[in-house]
């Protein structure tokens, strides 16, 4: 008998279906298994309508100011009252 009271022999088991669920997705073709969830898809990240740069384009999308450019928001010096 299988000792079903104890909660170790549940944690082995909840481990062992976990492990042998990683080897069949392994090692079995994937039309066996049930359907993966698919890849989300592409958009293009605009700012009041309009693209932004992307990593991809070799920009950052943080190094310019919209209506101000070459001009990071960071580097803006403070005004001074005097």
Request: glycine letters at 6%; zero cysteines; proline letters at 13%.
């Amino acid at each position: 008998m299988f000792p079903v009271h104890d909660w170790q022999f549940w944690v082995a088991s909840a481990v062992a279906l976990a492990a042998a669920y990683t080897v069949a997705r392994m090692l079995l073709p994937a039309s066996w298994l049930p359907a993966r969830r698919k890849p989300g898809r592409r958009v293009t990240l605009t700012i009041e309508g309009t693209p932004t740069p992307t990593a991809s384009t070799g920009a950052y999308p943080h190094a310019q100011v919209p209506g101000r450019p070459g001009q990071h928001p960071a580097s803006k010096a403070p005004k001074n009252a005097s």
